[in-house]
């Protein structure tokens, strides 16, 4: 019996510890897009609202505003709605 619970206690402690630590690198890489967002290095996804890099490779020109876009399905859902007249 006391076998089991120094087993138990012991998976218990190894687990927390993997979470805690995935937890921790999760809110650093938060952190970092935060800054990133406020230095103006990365621009919404003006369809899904994903946050990408400013100089990414898929993007339109609409006037004199480029759009950034996180993949080309977005892409071709905005050029569509342009298309269509709906600048929503």
Sequence with gaps: MLKFVVIAVAAF???KLFTGEKQHKQNQDNK??????????M????????YVKKNSEIRV????K???????ECRDKYIK???SGNND
Aim: net charge neutral.
């Design 13 to 15: 402690v190894m687990w």
């Design 32 to 41: 970092q897009t935060e800054k990133k967002i406020k230095a103006g290095e």
């Design 43 to 50: 621009v919404k996804d003006p369809i899904c609202g994903t």
């Design 61 to 64: 020109k609409n006037g004199e």
């Design 66 to 72: 480029i759009e950034c876009f996180c993949s080309y």
């Design 81 to 83: 709605r342009i298309e």
